[in-house]
């Protein structure tokens, strides 16, 4: 039967209305016409292309503008795997990907989860460094807030404009410095983009709930400020009390907007911003700084993990830290804390934690180090050059949180390697091309004897023919979790106990397969599912500790952490009880029922 056959829909429009957006009616002024609304199609929340059924596009009013085939989410996400792969280079899949998620938000997102090893280095690092280098460029849609200093007085305004009104989580940055790209002003957003959109695809967190956050407080980088497709203030970067006030006017008018229990994450500011507003907020409000907090956790879940690999107790180990920022002093804070907890005292442990930074080994008798660094100073004479310091300090894990690409040389390797059986070593400087070292070089130049983890992903490496699989070692495999597990408590604030909860979550999530095979954390296509436990880890931890706001404690946490999340499946587009008993509503593509037929 043709459609030209079908029997006349009864007039809808006014029982679309209680559908919310994706059924709005409006008046065609020019015609006089009331017809459902192209946001049905155009409007990528509700959006599910070819998926809509014939009867869900004949009951909205959109019939004809598909053609008649339907696909499933399987089907979808096949041809979106080969629209990805025919995209030759990253940048150009980033583009296809980037437009899918604003054309059928629910399909980019499966397509991420499903596809997660894929689709994370186009839309996280390395990949989102480019496209914020040339923000500008890549610019098309308002995918988050920009609130910048010229807005001081009225920023809660502008909160009020974000389109969705239920905000449950936000990822706040003002580019001070944006993984090892240093200050790069309003292009920071990308990084806001990119670690909300895990947030949804890893955590299951609803997209309606999350917030990218853009402080433009303008820029230092000169490089920006001179180019005619920067899109940020063009003004140098606003520092002290007016860009202290400028935040806490932003705090403040985050949780009088969306409810005191908002969680905030913080990232990428400049280390003694990142520190300072760590300090300032982290009691008074439910805020998470993830380079220092996130990184800390996964730092210490690595090192828990050669533990485990090398039968060494972590209190028998020596630490080199090169880089002594808001990473290096996250997870040294942590590791700190794992110590003592094991029965050692802060200076037996702070003596464990050697720092080294721009000017060498930070010693006591260093000038300019963040007070945070201070008590991991040493009192010995300085040492300036890092293969020297290696070799004089015999580190069992040497890790790299400096944005220096190729710091760890041969030489560095090498001398790690000649006094440790299995040196462990954490290059986490994002994106690749300030990786402290390969993961090839860690391995050809240890004899494939290291330990090896990056914060952005190298593929494997062969070395006398034995295959090694370098593990992810990124912050993104914690704080889509923390941030699920914090906003399904409801929490008021996250104290530091959470993070050595998430720790030894994200140790024990690493099969003893991936630790045989010398990977220090679970695969990246894990990622959704430690997700959740860590969400549960979090969330548990919440309750048990008296710091949510949700009463009574449900009895099963991960059931009552599920039930929040995103569905990655099609819903069906129509009401859930449906007003005509002679057009029963279609249940799918396999709906045997044939109404309209
Ligand atoms: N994998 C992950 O999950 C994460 C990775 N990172 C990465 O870590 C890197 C650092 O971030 P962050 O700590 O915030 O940055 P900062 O800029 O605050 O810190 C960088 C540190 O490296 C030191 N440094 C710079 N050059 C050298 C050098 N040649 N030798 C030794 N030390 C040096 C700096 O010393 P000085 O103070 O003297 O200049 C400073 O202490 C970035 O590349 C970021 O992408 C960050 C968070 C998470
Ligand atoms: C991963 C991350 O947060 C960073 O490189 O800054
Ligand atoms: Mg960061």
Redesign the pocket.
Known sequence: MTFSKLRPLPRLVSHLRPLGRMLQVHNDASSHVVRPDWHTITDGRWNKGLSFTIEERQRLGVHGLWPCSTRNMEEQLYAVGINFQARKDNISKFTYINSLSQRHQRLFYRFLRDYTEAVLPVIYTPTVGEIITSFGLHFKYPDGLYITIFDRGHIRDVLTNWKAKHVRAMCVTDGG?V??LGDMGANGMGISIGKIALYTALAGVPPDQLLPVCLDVGTDNEELLGDPLYVGARIKRVRGAEYEDFVNEFMEAAVDTFGTDTFIHHEDF??PDAIKFLKKYQYSYCCFND?VQG?GA?GLAGMLNVERVTKRKLQDMVFLF???????LGIANMLLTALKSRGLTSEEAASKIYL????GLVTCASEKIEAQARKFAKPMDPIKD?AAAVDHLKPSILLG????GA?FSEQVLRSLAKHQERPAVFA???PTN?TECTAEQAYNFTEGRVLFCS?SPFPPVVFNGKRFTPAQ???CLVFPGIALGAICARARFLPDDVYSEVAVTLAKSTSEERLAAGSLYPAIKEAHSLALDVGVTVCQYLFENGLSNIYPVPKDVCEFVQKTQYRLVYESALPPTWPYPDFPACQGKDCKAKPLL
Do not use: E, H, I, Y
């Open positions: 410095r993984l090892g400049a280390t380079d990184t996964t090169a880089g002594a920022g808001s990473a290096a080294f930074d721009q000017n890092l949180a400096t944005g220096v710091l986490l400087s994002n300030r914060g070692a990124n912050n």
